[in-house]
């Protein structure tokens, strides 16, 4: 639970009425249906901000042009630009104030571990040795943690992570159920003369850096000889897959199933659709939008920062709907 001022200055935003700011206390965020004498709403419109002003909760976060209209009332407000995103900041804030703290007993920790102040570490997780994990990280029930991980400061992964030796996750990375991060990339030599097939060195490792958060039962590969990156801010749907030696920028969005090959790279700011495939040394330039289903052929690249593309192969969303009308057309000459 937090006050209104632990909030607002944890938002950056202005508690009216002051007086209010000390004494009023926040435990959850809601729905204004939903809402209680301890809740956090927002409003972002006219209507929305009169049901909030009405509900039972606690204090409302709102635009400074809506607060103007709050008229006679007296419910405590937070001001600010952005409502809903400060909503969600808010979430987190309330959800790790209210987190228990320390290492559960049935827990593992090798030697040489380094684990800083306010950490959590589960029933049944295993940490490996010279294993680094910084404040106030929560590791959930049934992780495993390699040797020679380092982990970064208010990260959350929850149940039955694994995460393979040497990999890295910065600051505030969250990972969700069942990821598999810094497995072997699937890369092979194959013998000419018999045709078997011999692993190449699987060596790398793989980072995560700032405000990255992967999906449930998603799979990241490290790098071959060198390293996978994903970039900050970057947002990983639910079973997604990337190979080794991939290289992704800041801030992309990318949704279920999707994979990439390895070698491949995707700019900053792209938007990837569900069920997306890319193919091996293939590049997605800054700001690119995948539509789902869109398949890159290998060493292809699409740039062209907020150009859409769609399709198998995947090409300009202009060309591809000239392509479905042609088909349409053929199709009822056909049948004429």
């Known amino acids: 639970m937090l006050s209104l001022l632990e909030l607002a200055e944890a938002l950056q935003a202005e508690c009216r009425p002051q007086d209010s700011a000390r004494t009023t206390r926040v435990s ?39 607060a103007a209209c709050a008229g006679s009332s007296t419910k405590p407000l937070l001001v600010l630009a952005q409502p809903r995103l400060a909503f969600a900041r808010a979430w987190r804030l309330l959800g790790a104030a209210g987190e228990a703290r320390g290492v559960h007993p049935t827990a593992l ?9 306010d950490v959590s570490i589960g029933p049944y997780a295993v940490v490996g040795e010279r294993v680094r994990i910084g404040e106030r990280t929560k590791i959930d029930a049934g992780c495993v943690v390699a040797d020679g991980v380092k982990i970064g400061a208010d990260c959350r992964l929850f149940p039955r992570v694994v995460i393979y ?15 598999v991060l810094g497995s ?24 995560l850096e700032d405000d990255v958060e992967i999906g449930a039962n998603t799979t990241i590969d490290r790098g071959a000889l060198e390293e996978t990156r994903i970039g900050r801010g970057t947002k990983l749907d639910n079973l997604v897959h990337i190979g080794h030696n ?28 569900g069920q997306v495939g890319i193919g091996e040394h293939a590049e997605v330039g800054e ?20 150009m859409v593309f769609w399709g198998r192969p995947a090409q300009p969303l202009r060309d591809y709907l000239k392509g479905l009308a042609m088909v349409s057309r053929l199709t009822r000459k056909a049948k004429d």
Do not use: W
Request: aromatic share 4%; proline share 1%.
């Open 165 to 179: 030796g040497g990999v890295e996750l910065q600051d505030r990375v969250v990972v969700h159920a069942g990821c």
């Open 287 to 306: 700001g690119v939008i995948l539509g789902g289903g869109a398949g890159v052929l290998s060493k292809k690249k699409l740039r062209g920062a907020g």
């Open 184 to 207: 072997d990339g699937f890369g092979y030599v194959c013998d000419a003369e018999t045709g078997a097939y011999t692993q190449f060195p699987q060596q790398g490792t793989l980072v």
């Open 28 to 66: 959850c965020v809601s729905s204004v249906r939903n809402a209680s004498a301890a809740s956090l709403v927002f409003a972002e419109g006219q209507s929305t901000f009169e049901e909030a002003l009405a509900s039972a909760a606690a204090a409302v976060l709102v635009t400074p042009e809506l």
């Open 246 to 273: 991939v290289r992704v920028g800041r801030n992309v969005v990318m949704a279920a199933q999707t994979g990439i090959s390895g070698s491949s790279a995707v700019g900053d700011g792209a938007i990837l659709g």
């Open 109 to 117: 920790v090798g030697a040489g571990a380094q684990i800083d102040k």
